[in-house]
């Protein structure tokens, strides 16, 4: 069984549906906030769809995921990005995260960067890949969210 954390209700067949809010067809509920989880298992794959925004302390949070991850589990992470009209859309959002953040985010002795990919919007888009980035500390809009991927290691 893998665990969807954060799943709000996008709910997923095989997947321990974790959400911090009672939703149509969540498995388990609880404040993201407070260690340890109530979870019972070890998973070899964690989805976590824009949730890392929301909590108090990102860092914590993978750490303790990592308590619940079998060696080599994939960590599946979407975040806003920063300098995107939608990383404020939410009066709930407490982080904001470009490239560098998320790098430092991680810590390198619980898990390995396997992939790191920001994805562009509409405009962004329109700029060839070899500036995006650069011109993307200038301009908002370039960018939507950065999805990035890990694996765990013990």
């Avoid at 260690?35 to 976590?48: T, W």
Wanted: aromatic fraction near 16%; hydrophobic fraction near 40%.
């Amino acid at each position: 069984m893998n665990l969807n954390f954060g799943c709000r209700e996008k709910t997923f067949p095989g997947y321990l549906n974790v959400h911090y809010a009672k939703l149509r067809n969540v498995d388990v509920v609880f404040d993201f906030d407070k260690f340890p989880y109530p979870l019972k298992e070890k998973y070899p794959y964690i989805e976590m769809y824009e949730i890392l925004e929301h909590v108090e302390n990102p860092v914590l949070v993978l750490k303790e995921l990592h308590r619940h991850c079998f060696d080599k589990a994939r960590l599946h992470i979407t975040v806003p990005y920063y300098n995107c009209a939608g990383a404020y859309n939410a009066w709930s959002h407490v982080h904001f995260f470009n490239r560098k953040a998320v790098e430092l985010m991680i810590d390198q002795n619980l898990f390995r960067l396997v992939k790191l990919r920001l994805i562009p919007t509409r405009l962004g888009r329109l700029i060839p890949s070899f500036i995006r980035e650069k011109v993307s500390f200038i301009l908002g809009e370039i960018y939507s969210q950065i999805e990035f991927e890990l694996e765990a290691k013990f």
